[in-house]
């Protein structure tokens, strides 16, 4: 079913125009330009050069003009002070904007911030901008020794020979970065590279002889065959990974516990936490397959175990979704992805309970059944474009031995509990290729699909995973909001109307716990899903109240499904910004770790990261990510209602799509916020 112009409608409609109106355009950019309003007066601030230069002074200047209008502003009396930016850890002290003015035009603000009496400042020691030729324009040279980021502030004392009774004050980033001397080559590199996978692509196209509608199976090349079918394959890749693991333990335990000087931390959060959600997109759970968990229960548990079977009740994703709330809950408060020793107690906590498992179970129950994300990565890989399958179902069923399942002298039964015989999404499915040892009958098939076909192709849905598709997208609104420099005030707003006071809770730490834990909890368990709900109410009456194909639960879990993708975007635009802006921290920490405990000398670390991408590109980046999956949320949510309601399908599908426009819509306006950095000195 191709996709109908009134998907494009909705999605013009309902998203774009809501792009800027949620957020787009109060983005605080920190790059070398700057634009936002004060009073009446629209202001660009920019650094020129653009560049940073060791020992060259550059000049900061301001251009001035009418909101309204565009006429420059004269008469204006401006000054401009500069202070390097102090990180600081986000889980333990949110920077609050120095964005405050005396005037009672709430409008001049952006984000909605209250309008304040500003404070007095010591004018001193701020640089007053003197007019230049061009009109409107005020620049004066500003010494930057360093380059970073800078937090700035911005005095008006008079503007258009208005003098104001208190000056108008501005404050917000700018960052200063010398030029990226590998960005062309990292450009040209991509090109390279994808032209090769191109042409290589083509060759083995033509050797298999397949025609244009044929889709490549890569077990038909032969290397990736034996590779796949190697008693090596598997080990290849989880003994390194398991090393890692290893020396991140052990950096935990017994290194620096500063988090962003601890290769710990950064290696886990910044660097693990933040790629691997890409790979579940790509390739699915291949990550599971080389995950050292995984790899103690495989060793451990066909050395010595029970093979007792995973009581029936919660062989599903129920406590895998449980445990995954708490531990998000729980690193709210502890901020874990800041404390390595923590983390390393962590780590070592999941492997105990692994092996345990793996000496008490069949398989992987661990990872099936208990995984804190094991049900997120299961459902992110519906929308990976890689799928395992069997070449044909009739070969299956013809065969009476099925080794897949029962295992044979050179593999193994599938641990993950799946068969290929009736395998048809790739939620489960870990490439982990004992079913391609295994299989006498050569029946398997690795080959690349659409994205995200998986959403509407499936033969059942479940209410586990749909109720925690449903809550990904809260935590994930929920956890990015948090990371955001308004955080602060917005649950002190939500404090206010929530009677703390009757619970004798008074202390304003106490009460801020207090708060997000109610934030945390109606925002991801509960809020979420009865919108979800009341968009299923309407779908029911506005399409199927007379000979309805689906009952209320079942419309809850198949459009369930839809939203896969929004709370996707999130999680991806989230985790692109923690890892461009502070993955190049890692650099430092792995040349103060080969120093100290190698003997290694590789180069003075250097803390003052520059971020691989600026923020407005990254910004930009986020906008991009956002639009795409959306896309993907809204043909997902069309073909849903098709496959079910056929005729009637847009009746099902538009309230569903406003759901899923309004959440994005959501995501755009918490993204539009200044981010704090996750790691900070």
């Not at 886990?268 to 790629?275: E, K, L, N």
């Not at 770790?593 to 923020?615: F, K, R, S």
């Amino acid at each position: 079913m191709k996709l109908t112009p009134a998907i494009f409608i909705v999605l013009c409609i309902l998203f774009f125009p809501g792009l800027n109106a949620f957020g787009a355009e109060g983005h605080a950019s920190t790059s070398a330009f700057n634009e936002f309003r004060i009073d009446w007066a629209a202001v660009k601030l920019r650094i020129e050069p653009e560049t940073y230069t060791k020992g060259k002074t550059p000049q900061v200047l301001i251009t001035l003009t009418d909101y309204i209008s565009g006429s420059p502003s004269l008469d204006a009396e401006i000054y401009i002070y500069l202070e390097k930016t102090r990180q600081e850890n986000v889980h333990t002290a949110h920077k609050t904007p120095i964005i405050k003015n005396n005037q009672p035009d709430k409008s001049s603000l952006d984000f909605g911030e209250s309008t304040e009496t500003a404070p007095a400042l010591d004018i001193s020691i701020f640089k007053k901008l003197l007019p230049q030729q061009m009109a409107g324009v005020y620049a004066v040279s500003y010494p930057i020794p360093k380059q970073g980021e800078y937090n700035f502030t911005i005095t008006i004392k008079s503007l258009n020979g208005k003098a104001f009774a208190e000056p108008l004050i501005y404050g917000g980033k700018i960052s200063y970065l010398p030029k990226t001397k590998y960005k062309m080559l990292l450009i040209i590199g991509i090109v390279l590279i994808s032209g090769v996978i191109a042409v290589w692509i083509m060759s083995v196209r033509k050797k298999l002889k397949l025609n244009t509608s044929q889709k490549i199976n890569i077990l038909d090349i032969p290397w990736i065959k034996r590779f796949f079918r190697s008693a090596w394959f598997q080990p290849a890749f989880q003994v390194p990974v398991l090393l890692i693991f290893l020396i991140i333990i052990a950096a935990g335990l017994f290194d620096i516990q500063k988090g962003d000087m601890n290769i710990a931390t950064l290696l886990m959060w910044t660097i693990w936490w933040a790629a691997i959600i890409f790979t579940f997109v790509f390739v699915g759970r291949v990550w599971c397959m080389m995950c050292p968990f995984g790899a103690a229960q495989d060793w451990i548990g066909r050395l010595f175990s029970l093979n007792k079977d995973f009581p029936k009740p919660v062989r599903n994703i129920w406590l895998s979704s449980f445990i995954f709330f708490g531990l998000t809950w729980w690193d709210s408060f502890s901020g874990i992805v800041n404390k390595p020793a923590l983390t390393s107690y962590l780590l070592i906590g999941f492997f105990v309970v692994a092996v345990g498992m793996s000496v008490t179970f069949k398989g992987r129950s661990f990872c099936r059944y208990a995984c804190p994300i094991g049900g997120l990565i299961g459902l992110y890989s519906m929308f990976s474009p890689v799928e395992l399958r069997n070449k044909g179902l009739e070969v299956c069923r013809n065969h009476k031995i099925k080794e897949c399942i029962k295992g044979t002298e050179k593999s193994h039964p599938c641990p993950m509990f799946v068969t290929p015989m009736t395998l048809d999404r790739n939620n489960y499915c870990n490439f982990c290729s004992e079913c391609i040892k295994s299989c006498s009958q050569d029946n398997i098939v690795i080959r690349f699909r659409n994205f995200a076909k998986d959403l509407w192709v499936s033969a059942k849905g479940y209410m586990d995973e749909a109720y925690l598709a449903i809550v990904i997208l809260g935590v994930s609104i929920i956890v990015t909001g948090e990371m955001v420099e308004p955080w602060h005030r917005w649950m002190d707003a939500v404090g206010k109307i929530i009677p703390l006071d009757m619970l004798g809770i008074m202390s304003h730490a106490t009460r801020e716990k207090a708060t997000f834990l109610i934030v945390m909890t109606t925002g991801s368990l509960i809020i979420p899903s009865l919108l979800l709900f009341a968009a299923a109410l309407v779908v029911k009456k506005t399409a199927g109240m007379e000979s309805p194909p689906l009952n209320l639960k079942q419309i809850f879990v198949q459009f369930a499904y839809m939203f896969i993708p929004v709370g996707l975007s999130m999680h991806l635009a989230h985790n692109v910004s923690h890892l461009l802006r502070e993955g190049p921290g890692i650099i430092p920490a792995i040349q103060r770790a080969a120093t100290l405990y190698l003997g290694m000398n590789l180069g003075e670390p250097d803390w003052d990261i520059i971020p691989l991408m600026g923020a407005e590109s990254i910004f930009w980046l986020q906008m991009a990510i956002f639009m795409i999956l959306n896309i993907f949320s809204l043909y997902a949510g069309y073909r849903i209602a098709v496959k079910y309601y056929g005729d009637k399908a847009m009746r099902a599908f538009i309230p569903m799509a406003a759901l899923a426009v309004f959440f994005m819509m959501l995501n755009t306006y918490i993204l539009g916020q200044p981010m704090s950095p996750r790691h900070g000195h």
